[in-house]
């Protein structure tokens, strides 16, 4: 079903969402068209603790109750973009997925919270306005919008839960060159890492998504460890029996906006839901999933090999590691670099590797660990080798 689901995607992908942060006025006007959708029904659950709505988008009138939220952290927003998406493709109707769309409505409820922290969300921020790191919040909720989901999802009993994140871009699969795309975790309920029902449930379907992900991204998927933690949202979902699947969206090479793991998002969900609501996950194993290797910080985004570290006669020499950082700045996300390390870094790969053993470094007197470039040149016979704006012309706006 994926592959049919991805080869549409164009006709159901909300083209006015180009960017991860996408304005406030954009959010309004989806949560008004979602409302007047007479196959999605849009209520107001609860209020962040800046009395933001906190919304819940529904579909489905099926005995099967599903459940999945986004933006738990503020600025994790590839998965959101994704929901977009897929609340188009449940809004439309006689087209080739009449069929898929009418099963799924009559065999689950499918109950969304596409935003949950919005007062993160506004400033592009992990945290709560209170500062509060909601995915650390499961026990003793403390923020607002931590008892809002804990008592949704109560009042929910799902078969299936997703908890949809966004990781941070430069995580390798295992200690391998390979930047993860995806990331999945079928979460522990408790400290023994008990198989439970529910963690199995779980374990199958992640086990169907893995093989389809390898499909499209080859040696770019991996999965968190499993090490239980009682504040965290996905451990204690499953030890409710909630059947909960960690979905995390890493990087995807120069795409900074990751509009590729969004189509990826929106097809693996739909494809997920149909699995449920044709209990296709029944028939799974667990070991692809199982045999994926863990998460791992092994990539720079730039890798200059042997480069010049000063500009002196007989400059000193070593490896560097350039990284992309991002800036939240009026509305939009600004990308500069970080010099993040300077010495030997053999053990390590770079998205692009260069070998600098005859660059010379050009205005700066020296290179400084930690600091933000904007401009960073190279020459060799005085003719520029390597400039640090061709790398940033060639992210994904």
């Not at 954009?26 to 196959?39: H, V």
């Not at 998406?85 to 409820?109: A, N, V």
């Not at 997920?272 to 863990?294: D, G, M, P, R, V």
Request: proline residues 3%.
């Amino acid at each position: 079903m994926y592959k049919n689901i991805e080869n549409s995607y164009d006709s159901f992908k909300d083209a006015r969402i180009k960017e991860r942060a996408f304005s406030y006025e954009l959010w309004l006007n989806l949560i008004d068209e979602w409302k007047q959708s007479p196959l999605l029904d849009v209520s107001e659950i609860g209020q962040t603790y800046e009395g933001k709505p906190i919304h819940q988008v529904k579909f489905g009138v099926g005995p099967i109750h599903i459940c999945a939220w986004s933006q738990m952290h503020g600025d994790e927003a590839t998965a959101t973009m994704a929901l977009a998406d897929i609340f188009l493709f449940l809004s439309q109707k006689e087209d080739t997925f009449h069929d898929l769309r009418e099963k799924l409505h009559q065999k689950i409820t499918l109950f969304v919270i596409p935003r949950l922290n919005a007062d993160g969300a506004e400033r592009w921020t992990r945290e709560t306005a209170l500062g509060i790191d909601m995915n650390r919040d499961a026990s003793k909720l403390n923020s607002p919008e931590a008892k809002i989901l804990h008592d949704w999802a109560h009042q929910i009993n799902p078969l299936f839960s997703f908890n949809l994140h966004d990781q941070h871009r430069l995580y390798s699969v295992g200690n391998t060159p390979h930047q993860t795309h995806i990331a999945l975790l079928a979460t522990t309920g408790d400290e023994a890492g008990t198989w439970t029902e529910s963690r199995l449930r779980a374990g199958k379907l992640a086990n169907r998504l893995t093989q389809i992900v390898q499909e499209i991204y080859p040696n770019k998927v991996a999965k968190w460890t499993d090490e239980y933690n009682p504040r965290a949202f996905g451990d204690y979902f499953q030890g409710q029996n909630f059947g909960l699947i960690l979905l995390e969206s890493g990087g995807a090479g120069w795409d900074l906006e990751k509009q590729s793991l969004r189509k990826t998002n929106a097809c693996l969900l739909l494809d997920a839901f149909y699995a449920i609501a044709n209990e296709e996950w029944k028939t799974e194993e667990i070991s692809t999933y199982q045999s994926l290797l863990t998460n791992e910080r092994n990539i720079f985004d730039i890798k200059l090999l042997n480069a010049p570290i000063d500009n002196k006669e007989k400059s000193v020499r070593a490896d560097i590691g350039l990284n992309i950082c991002e800036e939240y700045i009026n509305g939009e996300i600004i990308f500069t670099w970080t010099l993040e390390e300077i010495g030997d870094l053999s053990i390590y790969t770079g998205l692009t590797e260069i070998d600098a053993s005859d660059y010379q470094l050009v205005d700066l007197q020296y290179l400084e660990k930690g600091k933000n470039y904007t401009s960073l040149q190279m020459t060799i016979n005085h003719q520029t080798a390597f400039d640090l704006t061709h790398y940033t012309n060639k992210i994904n706006k």
